[in-house]
C-alpha cells in the first residue's frame, strides 16, 4: 500500500464525512427545526425517550448530532436530566442503522430490481437524481430531498473509495499481523475509542472498519473491542458540547459517556468469559460487514435494555461528578416547599411560596453583585455562574407563579387573594432585578473581550452608585423577607438619590467623552450599566410601596394608592422621608464631586 492509496483513503473518509453532513442537513432542514420540538414533548416516559431517540438518529444518521441536541436542550432546561437518558440511550441504537445501509454491499442477486437497492447502483441514481432536484428546485421540501440523495450518494463514494483504497492490505502480512495484536481487548477498546474522538463520528469509524473487513484480515475477536471502543469515541463531540454550557448539561454529555464506558465493561467481561470457558466458535474467523452491524446493534440494544432500570443510578453518578452549585441547591429547595398538597391549608401553602420568593430575591442580590465584580476582574466561571443564576431565577419564578395560580383557584379569604396578588407583583419584580443583573455581566463580558475598561473616574463613580443600589437592594429583600417596614420605608429616599446619582453621572460622563478623557468603546456600556442601576432601584421601589400599602392596610385599613403615595412623598410631605432622603444624599450624592 503506498503513499497514494493513504491519499485515496483519507479522500474516501473525507467524502464519507461530508456525505454525512450533506445527509444530515438535508434531513434537519426537511424537519423544518421540528426535531427539537418532538425530543422536548415525547420525553416524559424513559421507553419513549428510548424509542424517541432512536428514530431522530436513524433519521439524521448521527447519535453525536442528536446527543449534542439533548445537551442543549438540558442547557436551556427546556429538558430535565432524567428526560435526556432515555434519549442517550436510544441514539446508540439508532446510530447503528448505518452500518446495517453499509452492509447492502454486500447484497448478491441476479435480480434487477434488488439489485438496484445495492448501494453501488443506488448511491449513484440517488446522487443523479438529488442533483438535478437540487439545481432546480429553488427552495422547499423537494430541494432538501435532493440535498439528502447527494449526501446519500456522496457517503457511498466515499464509502467505495475507501474500500478501494484499502483492498491491497489483503496481501499484505504485516496487516495481518496489525489486527493479531489486537487480541489485546483494552488496545482494541483504545483504538477504537481514539478513533472514533478524532474523527467524531462512531458510524463514519464503524465505516471504516467495515471497509477494512472487506480484506478478510480482520477477524471477529480483534473487531469486538474496537466496536465498544468506537462507542465510547463517539462522546466527545456532546461533550465538547458541554464546554461552557450548565453544570446539568455537562451531566448530560457525561451520561453518554458513562453508559457506554458501563456497557464496555460489562460486554468485555462477558464476552471473554463465554470465550475462555465454552469457547466462542467464530471468534478467530473474518468478520463481515453484516457481522460488524450485527455486533454493534446488539451491543447497544443489549446496553440499553440492561440500564434502562438503572437509569437513576446513573443520574447520581453524573451528580456526584458534578455536585449542585447553590443556585441549583436553592432551587431544588424551593421546589420542594412548593408542593400542591399544602394547597388544602392556603395560608400555609402562601407562607411556603413567600420563603421560595425571598430566597429568589436573595439569588436576585447575589448575581446582582457577582455581575458588578466582573467589571474588577472578569472570570468566565463567575459570568457562568450569573448565567445559571438568572435561569434559575426565572424558572423559579415560573414555578411560584403557576403556583398561585392554581392555588387562587381555591376558596381564599380577602387576605389570602392580596397576600397572592402582592407576590405575584413582587416575584416579577425580582426577576427584572436578575435580568438587568445578567445584562450588566454581558456588559462586563464585552469590555473583557474587546479589551477594553472603564477610566479611572469612571470605575470611582461606579463603585459609588453600585454602593447605593446594594443597599437599596439589601433593604428590599430585607423588607420582604423579614417584613421590616422600617426597611421598607428607606427604600424610596434611597431610590430618588439613585435616580439623581444617575442623572448626574451621565452628564459627568458625556463631558468625559466630549474632553476625548474616555473612549467611545467603553462609554456606552458605563451609561447602560448605570442604567440598569436606576432600573434596579425602581423595581426595589415598587416592592417597598407593595409592603407599605400592606402596612397601611392592616394598621388603619385604609387601602394605600401607589400613585398618590409616591407623589406625596416626592413633594415633601412625610417627614420621615425628607430626613431618610438627606441622610442617602449625604452618604452617596455628597461624594460625586470629589471623585472627578
Known amino acids: 500500500m503506498d503513499v497514494f492509496s493513504f491519499i485515496s483513503l483519507f479522500g474516501g473518509l473525507a467524502l464519507f464525512l461530508y456525505g454525512m453532513t450533506v445527509l444530515g442537513t438535508g434531513l434537519e432542514k426537511m424537519s423544518g427545526g421540528r426535531l427539537e420540538q418532538i425530543l422536548e414533548k415525547f420525553t416524559n416516559n424513559i421507553f419513549k425517550g428510548v424509542l424517541l431517540g432512536a428514530l431522530v438518529t436513524a433519521a439524521i444518521q448521527s447519535s453525536s448530532a442528536t446527543t449534542v441536541i439533548v445537551v442543549g436542550l438540558v442547557n436551556a432546561k427546556i429538558l430535565k436530566l432524567r428526560q435526556a437518558i432515555g434519549v442517550i440511550m436510544g441514539a446508540n441504537i439508532g446510530t447503528t442503522i448505518t452500518a446495517h445501509i453499509l452492509r447492502l454491499t454486500q447484497l448478491q442477486t441476479t435480480n434487477v ?22 439545481m432546480v428546485c429553488k427552495r422547499g421540501f423537494r430541494r432538501d430531498l435532493g440535498q439528502m440523495m447527494v449526501g446519500f450518494g456522496i457517503l457511498f463514494a466515499g464509502m467505495f473509495q475507501m474500500e478501494a483504497a484499502v483492498a491491497p492490505l489483503k496481501d499484505m502480512p504485516e496487516f495481518t499481523k496489525i489486527f493479531a495484536t489486537m487480541q489485546n481487548p483494552i488496545l482494541g477498546v483504545l483504538v477504537g475509542a481514539v478513533v472514533t474522538g478524532i474523527i467524531q463520528s462512531s458510524a463514519a469509524s464503524i465505516g471504516i472498519l467495515q471497509a477494512l473487513s472487506s480484506t478478510g484480515a480482520i477477524t471477529f475477536s480483534a473487531a469486538f473491542p474496537i466496536i465498544m471502543g468506537q462507542n465510547i469515541g463517539t462522546c466527545v463531540t456532546p461533550m465538547m458540547a458541554s464546554i461552557g454550557a450548565s453544570r446539568n448539561a455537562k451531566r448530560a454529555a457525561f451520561i453518554h459517556l458513562t453508559f457506554n464506558v458501563i456497557g464496555t465493561v460489562f460486554f468485555l467481561i462477558v464476552t471473554y468469559t463465554l470465550q475462555y470457558t465454552v469457547g466462542l466458535p467464530f471468534w478467530n474467523k473474518p468478520i463481515t460487514t453484516g457481522g460488524i452491524a450485527n455486533f454493534h446493534t446488539l451491543f447497544n440494544v ?83 455562574r450569573v448565567l445559571e443564576n438568572e435561569v434559575t431565577i426565572d424558572r423559579t419564578e415560573d414555578h411560584i407563579e403557576n403556583y398561585l395560580l392554581e392555588l387562587s383557584k381555591r376558596e381564599l379569604n380577602d387576605t389570602e387573594s392580596r397576600g397572592i396578588s402582592e407576590m405575584l407583583h413582587i416575584i ?169
Open 428 to 596: 416579577g419584580e425580582f426577576e427584572h432585578i436578575g435580568d438587568q443583573a445578567e445584562n450588566i455581566a454581558q456588559r462586563a463580558e464585552h469590555l473583557a473581550q474587546t479589551n477594553t475598561a472603564f477610566s479611572e473616574n469612571a470605575q470611582r463613580e461606579l463603585a459609588l452608585i453600585l454602593d447605593a443600589v446594594y443597599e437599596i437592594v439589601d433593604l428590599a429583600v430585607k423588607a420582604y423577607t423579614d417584613n421590616d417596614y422600617q426597611a421598607a420605608n428607606g427604600i424610596e429616599p434611597l431610590e430618588e438619590v439613585i435616580d439623581l446619582m444617575e442623572e448626574t453621572l451621565k452628564s459627568m460622563h458625556i463631558r468625559r467623552l466630549r474632553d476625548g478623557e474616555c473612549s467611545v468603546d467603553a462609554a456606552f456600556p458605563f451609561v447602560e450599566t448605570i442604567a440598569s442601576l436606576e432600573k434596579i432601584s425602581d423595581y426595589c421601589s415598587n416592592v417597598g410601596v407593595v409592603l407599605i400599602a400592606r402596612q397601611e392596610l392592616a394598621l388603619h385599613n385604609v387601602a394605600l394608592d401607589h400613585h398618590d403615595y409616591l407623589h406625596k412623598l416626592h413633594k415633601g410631605e412625610t417627614k420621615d422621608y425628607a430626613a431618610l432622603y438627606r441622610k442617602y444624599e449625604e452618604k452617596y450624592f455628597s461624594h460625586i464631586s470629589s471623585l472627578s
Open 113 to 134: 430490481f434488488i439489485s438496484l437497492f445495492k448501494p453501488t447502483a443506488m448511491a449513484p441514481l440517488l446522487a443523479t437524481v438529488g442533483i438535478i432536484m437540487f
Open 302 to 384: 443489549t446496553v440499553t435494555i440492561l440500564l434502562i432500570p438503572f437509569a437513576g443510578m446513573l443520574e447520581k453518578i453524573v451528580c456526584f461528578m458534578f455536585k449542585p452549585t447553590e443556585a441549583e441547591r436553592s432551587e431544588s429547595d424551593e421546589m420542594a416547599q412548593l408542593d400542591t398538597r399544602l394547597m388544602v391549608s392556603p395560608g400555609l401553602a402562601i407562607d411556603h411560596a413567600q420563603n421560595a420568593a425571598a430566597s429568589m430575591g436573595r439569588l436576585a442580590r447575589e448575581n446582582l453583585k457577582m455581575a458588578a465584580g466582573l467589571f474588577k476582574k472578569f472570570d468566565s466561571k463567575t459570568m457562568e
